[in-house]
C-alpha cells in the first residue's frame, strides 16, 4: 500500500460527492481512514463546494463551541459512509440480492433523514429549496453525502457506477463509451499498465530460463 493521502491532498475522481466520501476510506482495496475530525468533514465539503463559505463558517464554530457533539457527528458521518460503502459494493458487484435488510434499512433511514431537513423557503418572487436553519445543524456536514447518493442514484444510470481495477476506488464512468476502468488514467491506469508490464515481462523471463 502507498502513502495514505490526506483529505486535502487525497484526488476527488468520483464524479459525485458521495462517491468522494466514500474512497475517504479506501486506499488500494485496503480500508484506511483519512476523516480524523469534524474539520476534515469540511475540508472535503469545501473542496467540492457542496456548501457556501458562511455555512461552512457557521459550522466550523459551532464545532469549535461543542467539540463533543463534533465528534458524535463525526462518528456519525463515519456510520453513513460505512452503509453507503456496503451497498455500492454490492451493486458494482451485482450483489444487490445478497445485500441485508439491516444495510438497506440503515440506508434508507440516513437518506430520509436528509431529505427531511430541506424545504421550500420564498426568496424574492420564487420558491427555492434550502436548508432549515443551517446554520444550528452540525449534522449538515453529513447530509449533504446523504443528498449527494439520493441524486445519484436516482438521475444517473446506476450502471455507470464502478470501481477502480487498480485501487477499488469508486467513481462514475461518463465517458462515451463508458469503458472506463480507472478513477484517474495518469495515476492508477499508468501504474496498472505498468504492473501488467512488468508481470508479462517477468513471465518472459521465467519461460525463457525454463526452455533453457
Not at 465528534?71 to 459512509?81: D, I, M, Q, S, Y
Not at 485501487?167 to 495515476?187: G, I, P, S, V
Request: with cysteine.
Amino acid at each position: 500500500m502507498g502513502k495514505v493521502s490526506t483529505i486535502a491532498e487525497m484526488d476527488l475522481a468520483g464524479g459525485a460527492a458521495c462517491l468522494d466520501f466514500v474512497n475517504t476510506v479506501l486506499n488500494d482495496e485496503l480500508l484506511v481512514e483519512r476523516l480524523h475530525s469534524y474539520t476534515d468533514l469540511l475540508t472535503l465539503i469545501q473542496r467540492l463546494s457542496l456548501l457556501d463559505t458562511d455555512t461552512l463558517a457557521a459550522l466550523k464554530r459551532l464545532a469549535e463551541q461543542d467539540s463533543q457533539q463534533a465528534e458524535r457527528v463525526l462518528l456519525e458521518a463515519r456510520t453513513v459512509r460505512q452503509s453507503m460503502l456496503t451497498l455500492l459494493s454490492a451493486l458494482v458487484k451485482g450483489e444487490l440480492p445478497q445485500a441485508t435488510a439491516q444495510v438497506l434499512a440503515s440506508f434508507n433511514g440516513h437518506i430520509k433523514e436528509a431529505l427531511g431537513k430541506r424545504g421550500f423557503s420564498a426568496q424574492g418572487a420564487k420558491l427555492e429549496l434550502s436548508w432549515e436553519r443551517p446554520e444550528k445543524e452540525l449534522m449538515q456536514a453529513v447530509w449533504v453525502f446523504s443528498l449527494s447518493a439520493y441524486e445519484l442514484l436516482t438521475t444517473k444510470d446506476q450502471r455507470l457506477i464502478k470501481q477502480c481495477d487498480a485501487c477499488a476506488w469508486f467513481f462514475l464512468d461518463e465517458t462515451k463509451n463508458h469503458r472506463r476502468k480507472w478513477c484517474d488514467m495518469q495515476t492508477c491506469g499508468t501504474k496498472q499498465k505498468a504492473r501488467r508490464y512488468y508481470q508479462r515481462q517477468k513471465q518472459g523471463s521465467f519461460s525463457t530460463a525454463i526452455s533453457e
